[in-house]
Nanobody
Framework: VRLEESGGGLAQAGDSLRLSCELSGGPLSDYHMGWFRQFPGKDKDFVAS????????YYKASVEGRAVISRDDAKNTVYLQINNLKPEDTAVYSCAADIVMSRRANYLESYFTNIAMYDFWGQGTHVTVSS
C-alpha cells in the first residue's frame, strides 16, 4: 500500500487549500483514513479522520468548522479541505491509512486520533500560510 499526498503549497491567511491523498495497492474502502500534521521539531498531530464508509468524521478542535475531510472510493482518494487558513496551519500534512478490522464496530474518537493505530503513511505535503 502506498499513499501519496498532493495539494500543498504557499497560501495567504484566509485562503483555502484542498489536500489530496491517493492510495494505491488496494481499495480505499478497506481503510479508515486520517490526516496528521507536523510542526517543526514536533511530533505528528491529529487533524481529521474519516471512517471506512465516510459516515464518521472527527476533527481537531483548532480546525473544526474550517476543515472538511472526505473520501472518493472510486478515485481511491481522500481529501482534506481547510478554509480560512491561518499562519498556525503551517506544517507538513500527512495522510495515514488504518486497515479496517471490523465494519460493524463503533469506533470511538480516541481510536482515530491515536497515531499508533495507523498502518500506512504518506511522505507528506508542505503547507505554508503567510499572514
Amino acid at each position: 500500500v502506498r499513499l501519496e499526498e498532493s495539494g500543498g503549497g504557499l497560501a495567504q491567511a484566509g485562503d483555502s487549500l484542498r489536500l489530496s491523498c491517493e492510495l494505491s495497492g488496494g481499495p480505499l474502502s478497506d481503510y479508515h483514513m486520517g490526516w496528521f500534521r507536523q510542526f517543526p521539531g514536533k511530533d505528528k498531530d491529529f487533524v481529521a479522520s474519516i471512517n471506512w464508509n465516510g459516515d464518521v468524521t472527527y476533527y481537531k478542535a483548532s480546525v473544526e468548522g474550517r476543515a472538511v475531510i472526505s473520501r472518493d472510493d472510486a478515485k481511491n482518494t481522500v481529501y482534506l479541505q481547510i478554509n480560512n487558513l491561518k499562519p498556525e496551519d503551517t506544517a507538513v500534512y500527512s495522510c495515514a491509512a488504518d486497515i479496517v478490522m471490523s465494519r460493524r464496530a463503533n469506533y470511538l474518537e480516541s481510536y482515530f486520533t491515536n497515531i499508533a493505530m495507523y498502518d500506512f503513511w504518506g511522505q507528506g505535503t508542505h503547507v505554508t500560510v503567510s499572514s
